[in-house]
């Protein structure tokens, strides 16, 4: 029989926030994917060890996700990293694949997914607290309220169109177009927050939209609010 391939959320940061079936299913597994090229350089990585110690006895497998543009080059890698968790399921293993966050919100566990899938590959994903709600917690504000619309954006294929919908908008992957995107902010009304690396030792916390660093960190999420 071939394995099930697993895409487990460890969470935004903070290794308080992880689920308890995220760290059963790593600690009921021996084999471990881990997104980048050192897993032990890997966030998600040091999220999980600190709540499954000995996921360093287990099987680590590096699966390389570039952060580039070249679709091409892009879909080569994901078939590259689908094809090495693949070998691991043809022998009857189960792989867990740890992602940062949630898996089914730009994740890139969704693009192996695929692939496998395609491949006749079973494959299952395991929530975890989503970036976004915990970056609100973190800043002691709701996302919605009453009937209030939550648009969920991805600032860095955005960063050239207009926020003019009422509501919130959640602006994740801002750090490379903060520039543009606060330039795009400063046309609205919106009450504008800024969490840099959410949870973890490094974490800011920016209040005005003035405030956020035009060199903010990569783990940089904006959450604008009507007034």
């Given at each position: 029989?071939?394995?099930?391939?697993?895409?487990?959320?460890?969470?935004?940061?903070?290794?308080?926030?992880?689920?308890?079936?995220?760290?059963?299913?790593?600690?009921?597994?021996?084999?471990?994917?881990?997104?980048?090229?050192?897993?032990?350089?890997?966030?998600?990585?040091?999220?999980?060890?600190?709540?499954?110690?000995?996921?360093?006895?287990?099987?680590?497998?590096?699966?390389?996700?570039?952060?580039?543009?070249?679709?091409?080059?892009?879909?080569?890698?994901?078939?590259?990293?689908?094809?090495?968790?693949?070998?691991?399921?043809?022998?009857?293993?189960?792989?867990?694949?740890?992602?940062?966050?949630?898996?089914?919100?730009?994740?890139?566990?969704?693009?192996?997914?695929?692939?496998?899938?395609?491949?006749?590959?079973?494959?299952?994903?395991v929530n975890g607290i989503p970036s976004f709600c915990a970056a609100a917690?973190?800043?002691?504000?709701?996302?919605?309220?009453?009937?209030?619309?939550?648009?969920?954006?991805?600032?860095?294929?955005?960063?050239?169109?207009?926020?003019?919908?009422?509501?919130?908008?959640?602006?994740?992957?801002?750090?490379?177009?903060?520039?543009?995107?606060?330039?795009?902010?400063?046309?609205?009304?919106?009450?504008?927050?800024?969490?840099?690396?959410?949870?973890?030792?490094?974490?800011?916390?920016?209040?005005?939209?003035?405030?956020?660093?035009?060199?903010?960190?990569?783990?940089?999420?904006?959450?604008?609010?009507?007034?």
């Amino acid at each position: 029989m071939k394995g099930k391939a697993y895409g487990v959320g460890v969470g935004p940061g903070d290794p308080e926030l992880m689920t308890l079936k995220a760290i059963r299913l790593i600690k009921e597994h021996d084999v471990i994917a881990v997104p980048g090229k050192v897993c032990e350089e890997s966030v998600a990585y040091k999220i999980a060890k600190e709540n499954v110690p000995d996921i360093d006895s287990k099987t680590l497998v590096p699966i390389y996700m570039p952060m580039i543009k070249d679709r091409e080059l892009i879909k080569k890698e994901h078939e590259k990293g689908a094809k090495i968790i693949e070998e691991y399921l043809d022998q009857g293993k189960d792989v867990v694949y740890i992602t940062l966050g949630d898996s089914t919100i730009y994740c890139t566990f969704t693009y192996l997914q695929h692939i496998l899938e395609a491949d006749g590959y079973e494959t299952e994903l395991v929530n975890g607290i989503p970036s976004f709600c915990a970056a609100a917690s973190r800043l002691n504000i709701p996302l919605t309220e009453w009937d209030e619309p939550l648009h969920v954006v991805p600032a860095a294929h955005r960063s050239k169109e207009s926020l003019d919908l009422t509501g919130t908008y959640v602006l994740m992957k801002s750090a490379s177009y903060m520039k543009d995107i606060k330039g795009l902010l400063r046309e609205t009304d919106k009450q504008v927050n800024c969490v840099e690396d959410c949870g973890m030792d490094s974490e800011k916390i920016h209040r005005d939209l003035e405030d956020i660093p035009d060199d903010a960190s990569y783990f940089s999420l904006i959450i604008a609010k009507n007034r």
